[in-house]
């Protein structure tokens, strides 16, 4: 099965995301986006582009947030 992991680093003003197949090689480069509903709106619509180009692949994400700062991005990603 095709899959993707993305992990993703929380913090006050920006959060970092980072791809990888399921052979851990990179895809793509680390990306940094605001930690604003632009910015997590933004991130969504990425991931949603990277996984229509790998086929829809099985989607795991890890997230590490610093406080309360990931509950935004989680409730952004429902949308």
Same mark, same amino acid.
């Not at 851990?24 to 509903?37: D, L, M, P, V």
């Not at 990277?50 to 990603?77: C, H, V």
């Given at each position: 099965?095709? @899959? +993707?992991?993305?992990?993703?680093?929380? =913090?006050?003003?920006?959060?970092?995301?980072? %791809?990888?197949?399921?052979? =851990?090689? %990179?895809? =793509?480069?680390? @990306? #940094?986006?605001?930690?604003?509903?632009?910015?997590?709106?933004? +991130?969504?619509?990425? +991931?949603?582009?990277?996984?229509? @180009?790998?086929?829809?692949?099985?989607?795991?994400?890890?997230?590490?947030?610093?406080? +309360?700062?990931?509950?935004?991005?989680? #409730? %952004?990603? =429902? @949308?």
């Amino acid at each position: 099965m095709n @899959k +993707l992991f993305c992990g993703i680093d929380i =913090g006050l003003n920006n959060f970092q995301f980072h %791809a990888m197949d399921q052979d =851990g090689n %990179a895809i =793509g480069k680390n @990306k #940094r986006y605001s930690n604003n509903i632009p910015g997590m709106n933004r +991130l969504v619509d990425d +991931l949603g582009d990277l996984m229509d @180009k790998r086929d829809n692949p099985q989607l795991f994400i890890g997230m590490e947030a610093t406080g +309360l700062y990931w509950f935004p991005l989680l #409730r %952004a990603s =429902g @949308k």
